[in-house]
Structure formats: C-alpha cells, structure tokens
C-alpha cells in the first residue's frame, strides 16, 4: 500500500455544540479503533483524546482516541479509489493505521466523521481492495461484453501483505461464462467474500446472439 501523511490532534470535548464548531472551520472529527487491550480496571494514565472501552467479557478494555483532522487534509485521502496506510501523527507520536469507514451528510455530501482502525505488522485486518483487470477476454473476442459485478473485494491479511490492487486476469474468460470469487487466488490473502459471488462475466450482446444464430442455421 501506499503511505499517507496526516497531522490530527486530540479531541477533549465530545458535545454536540463542540462537533458543530469544528464542521464550521473545515474540521472532521475521528477516532482511532483497534489500540492496546488492557487488564480492567485499568491502572494506567490516558492520554488526551484516550478512552477505554469495555469488551464483552468485562475484564479487559480497549483503549481508543478521539482526534480532529482538518477538512483540506484528508481530501486526497477520502476521494480516490486508492487504499492507503495512514502515518498518523498525533502531537508528535505516530500511530499506524488505515481508514475503515466514513460518514457522509446525505444531502451536502460532506464527510461528518472517519473511522480509523490502528494497524500491526502482525496482526490481520479485514479490508477491501480495489480489483483491476487485465487481459483480453475471449469471449470479448467472440462479440460478448466484459461486465464487472464486484469493483473491490474484502480480504484478510496483515496489513504489510495487502496490495495496493487485485489484479485478475480474463483472457481464457468465454463468451457468458463468469469468475466468482471462488475462482481466484491470490497467495498470502484470504477473501472473505461469498465464494459464488460473481466478480466479472462476459455477456452475450444482441450481435453476438444473432451470429450464433446465423450460425446454427448453416
């Protein structure tokens, strides 16, 4: 993957009225998810911005952060088809870490919150890839179209082996026949999408129907 640069800084106040002000001066509130698991009750000192939050079974939290990144910042980030490891510099301590969800305002499309998730070298994550595809199909050759159902696909691996694109090749692909997800590979990453879910078929076109047509009546 690619590295992102980003500066964020601790959010302290948590209201409603504080989360307005910071959209009024281009800023975007986030948090950071997957940070330390500790033993509860926790004896330690949080940081600013820190939190703990409680897992199931009652004895162990997981400490996550409360930031604020600025609007302009994170554009190139957000608007792109390109997946990224984020280099989060929060006052002047790194964190690791790539972007898992966003929350858009529905009419103005503005972006109202991001979730980031810290990542380890040693530790899988779940995240979608973009798929890219390559080759020439021979059922393209034959009159068909070339149709993608499935744009990303969601794979398991640590972050360090996840690429920046799935790249699958369709040059033996036949005219209506498909790939599922079932049919790919992919050495070092488990998908974790259905395994018959269609990721790209060669339909049969108007014109290809009637060729074959013409055809079986010689």
């Known amino acids: 993957m690619k590295t992102f640069e980003l500066n964020a800084e601790p959010r302290i106040d948590l209201g409603k009225k504080s989360v307005k002000a910071l959209r009024k001066e281009g800023k975007i509130p986030a948090v950071l998810n997957g940070g330390e698991i500790v033993a509860l009750p926790y004896e330690g000192t949080l940081k600013p911005g820190e939190k703990l939050v409680a897992l199931k ?4 939290g997981i400490i996550t952060t409360d930031l604020i990144v600025k609007s302009e910042d994170v554009r190139k980030l957000i608007y792109t088809p390109d ?3 984020v280099n989060l510099n929060i006052n002047g301590e790194n964190k690791k870490a790539v972007m898992k969800d966003l929350q858009f305002q529905p009419v103005k499309d503005t972006v109202l919150h991001i979730d980031f998730l810290e990542v380890y070298p040693d530790k899988p994550i779940i995240m979608e890839v973009p798929v890219k595809i390559e080759g020439h199909a021979e059922g393209v050759k034959a009159g068909g179209k070339l149709v993608m159902s499935m744009r990303k696909l969601k794979v398991k691996a640590p ?5 920046e694109r799935l790249v699958v090749n369709v040059d033996t692909l036949g005219l209506g026949k498909s790939l599922a997800v079932g049919d790919l590979h992919f050495e070092g990453l488990e998908l974790m999408n259905a395994k018959n879910a269609v990721v790209c078929a060669v ?3 108007r014109a290809a129907r009637g060729a074959a047509a013409k055809a079986a009546e010689k």
């Open 159 to 163: 972050y360090t082996e996840i690429p």
């Open 57 to 60: 079974d009652g004895k162990r």
């Open 203 to 205: 339909q049969l076109t």
């Open 83 to 85: 997946i990224f490891e």
